[in-house]
């Protein structure tokens, strides 16, 4: 069983700037594909960023040129720097583990982008 916990979001700006953390509960961490996913209210769960286990990143193209994922196998984590938010990035936005077909959530955290 692998526990996600994101945190890092709140209330910005629009050209404003967030930087979401995702803490894994696992030391085998590193053999995880990891993602950020977000759900505006309406809207369907869509990808925004993946990185692989080996490093390997994309992007949703909304976001591409802004967002960056990066992440730290020594401390479990994985990281969303987000920069020039605008009011459609306005979502809560969930981290997501995967490995041979074993998926886990955080619980996910509010990102309101509004002046």
């Known amino acids: 069983q692998v526990q996600l916990v994101e945190s890092g979001g709140g209330l910005v700006q629009p050209g404003g700037s967030l930087r979401l953390s995702c803490a894994a509960s696992?030391?085998?961490?590193?053999?995880?594909?990891m993602a950020w996913y977000r759900q505006a209210p309406g809207k369907q769960r869509e990808l925004v960023a993946r990185i692989t286990s080996g490093g390997n990143k994309n992007y949703a193209g909304s976001v591409k040129g802004r967002f960056t994922i990066s992440r730290d196998n020594a401390k479990s984590t994985m990281y969303l720097q987000m920069n020039s938010l605008k009011p459609e990035d306005t979502a809560v936005y969930s981290c997501n583990a995967y490995r041979m077909g074993n998926d886990y959530w955080g619980q996910g955290t509010q990102v309101t982008v509004s002046s």
């Open positions: 696992r030391s085998i961490f590193s053999r995880y594909d």
